[in-house]
């Protein structure tokens, strides 16, 4: 008698869109034995290479339903994944901890109240003692900041992460097609994938993770999904001061909705904006770098190094993400807005369960 993985051997998934959803999803199906094709025409402009990598789950203030499930499940699966994918990149690992500030006295006694709630022992208040705090109040310049730490929370470095799930599917052989597709539809118990140049791909199942154009597949009319596309542009700053030492900071913490990742003495990231547009807004850097109500001297007089954008998706009319079985053997598994990262664990062992069940 044969195996089950024998029998997924003979499967063929083609997963359309290569971020980290996308890959994650090969990464799991592959390691069942499927057979797996990744198509995207430009892998290097998806949202994915625009993130910023932090992984905000044990701070999420709504501890229920189903956005807190998926984070719930994906906290604890993401420390066995970075185990595995060390195999391939000793180097990847999840920087902690995370930590969430705020100069509004109103919005800390929420974060207050939700830590002691929650008698959490990953999570704690820090007042303005804490060494965290007078080091980024003198950084800063400021004198309220105050806010959460989540010492199970924390940032990995999407470039990195991306790089290592290459290298695992191509340690796994699987297929990478740098094509468009244009049309998908049913024949014969079979999925037909047309790319733009009128090449035909069969396989077994479709898996959707290409954000907006996902839409454009499968006629937004028909299953009543609808995606709108959210802007968000990212910053690295170079300062020149010598009086202040940027890795004197937490390695990543967000300050009034804004986050900040010092990545040297004197370079550090600020992301992320939230615009509705797919063109990038201007004055970028007074829109990241205004989120006190006085700029220290350093960081007004701070020169962008670097500055990047990536176009998200978010569901319109219902929650993020959508991961729905649209059709028998038509998944769909996008709209991830900023969680892409944190969420692809429990989004693809969901995905993993939906194949198997319909495959088998």
Same mark, same amino acid.
Request: hydrophobic share 35%; proline share 4%; glycine share 6%.
């Given at each position: 008698?044969?195996?089950?993985?024998?029998?997924?051997?003979?499967?063929? &998934?083609?997963?359309?869109?290569?971020?980290? %959803?996308?890959?994650?999803? *090969?990464?799991?199906?592959?390691?069942?034995?499927?057979?797996?094709?990744?198509?995207?025409?430009?892998?290097?402009?998806?949202?994915?290479?625009?993130?910023?990598?932090?992984?905000?789950?044990?701070?999420?203030?709504?501890?229920?339903?189903?956005?807190?499930?998926?984070?719930?499940?994906?906290?604890?699966?993401?420390?066995?994944?970075?185990?595995?994918?060390?195999?391939?990149?000793?180097?990847?690992?999840?920087?902690?901890?995370? %930590?969430?500030?705020?100069?509004?006295?109103?919005?800390?006694?929420?974060?207050?109240?939700?830590?002691?709630?929650?008698?959490?022992?990953?999570?704690?208040?820090?007042?303005?003692?804490?060494?965290?705090?007078?080091?980024?109040?003198?950084?800063?310049?400021?004198?309220?900041?105050?806010?959460?730490?989540?010492?199970?929370?924390?940032?990995?470095?999407?470039?990195?992460?991306?790089?290592?799930?290459?290298?695992?599917?191509?340690?796994?052989?699987?297929?990478?097609?740098?094509?468009?597709?244009?049309?998908?539809?049913?024949?014969?118990?079979?999925?037909?994938?047309?790319?733009?140049?009128?090449?035909?791909?069969?396989?077994?199942?479709?898996?959707?993770?290409?954000?907006?154009? *996902?839409?454009?597949?499968?006629?937004?009319?028909?299953?009543?999904?609808?995606?709108?596309?959210?802007?968000?542009?990212?910053?690295?700053?170079?300062?020149?001061?010598?009086?202040?030492?940027?890795?004197?900071?937490?390695?990543?913490?967000?300050?009034?909705?804004?986050?900040?990742?010092?990545?040297?003495?004197?370079?550090?990231?600020?992301?992320?904006?939230?615009?509705?547009?797919?063109?990038?807004?201007?004055?970028?850097?007074?829109?990241?770098?205004?989120?006190?109500?006085?700029?220290?001297?350093?960081?007004?007089?701070?020169?962008?190094?670097?500055?990047?954008?990536?176009?998200?998706?978010?569901?319109?009319?219902?929650?993020?993400?959508?991961?729905?079985?649209?059709?028998?053997?038509?998944? %769909?598994?996008?709209?991830?807005?900023?969680?892409?990262?944190?969420?692809?664990?429990?989004?693809?062992?969901? &995905?993993?369960?939906?194949?198997?069940?319909?495959?088998?």
């Amino acid at each position: 008698m044969k195996s089950l993985k024998e029998n997924f051997q003979k499967a063929q &998934v083609v997963i359309i869109g290569s971020g980290i %959803i996308g890959k994650f999803n *090969a990464l799991e199906l592959s390691e069942l034995g499927f057979q797996v094709t990744i198509i995207d025409p430009a892998q290097q402009q998806n949202s994915s290479n625009a993130a910023l990598g932090l992984l905000m789950g044990n701070m999420y203030q709504k501890r229920r339903g189903r956005s807190w499930d998926l984070r719930k499940q994906s906290i604890e699966l993401w420390p066995q994944w970075i185990t595995f994918l060390q195999k391939f990149n000793c180097e990847l690992n999840i920087e902690k901890p995370l %930590i969430q500030l705020t100069t509004d006295e109103e919005k800390f006694k929420k974060l207050e109240k939700f830590v002691y709630e929650n008698n959490d022992q990953n999570l704690r208040i820090l007042e303005r003692d804490s060494i965290f705090i007078k080091n980024i109040n003198k950084a800063f310049q400021e004198t309220n900041i105050k806010g959460m730490i989540s010492f199970k929370d924390g940032r990995i470095n999407p470039f990195s992460l991306l790089q290592t799930l290459d290298q695992y599917l191509k340690h796994k052989k699987v297929n990478y097609l740098r094509e468009e597709i244009i049309k998908i539809r049913k024949s014969n118990n079979q999925w037909i994938s047309t790319t733009g140049n009128n090449e035909n791909i069969k396989s077994d199942m479709v898996i959707l993770c290409n954000s907006l154009k *996902a839409i454009d597949l499968i006629g937004s009319l028909s299953h009543n999904i609808k995606l709108k596309p959210v802007l968000g542009q990212a910053i690295e700053i170079e300062i020149n001061d010598e009086e202040v030492d940027l890795l004197s900071l937490p390695k990543q913490f967000n300050i009034n909705g804004k986050n900040i990742i010092p990545i040297s003495n004197n370079k550090l990231i600020i992301g992320s904006t939230d615009e509705y547009s797919t063109k990038p807004e201007e004055n970028t850097f007074e829109k990241l770098t205004n989120f006190l109500d006085k700029k220290p001297n350093w960081l007004m007089k701070g020169k962008i190094s670097k500055k990047w954008f990536g176009i998200r998706s978010r569901p319109d009319g219902e929650p993020s993400p959508i991961m729905k079985n649209l059709e028998d053997g038509l998944i %769909i598994c996008t709209g991830f807005y900023k969680n892409g990262i944190l969420l692809a664990p429990a989004c693809s062992k969901w &995905v993993t369960n939906e194949v198997k069940n319909y495959l088998y």
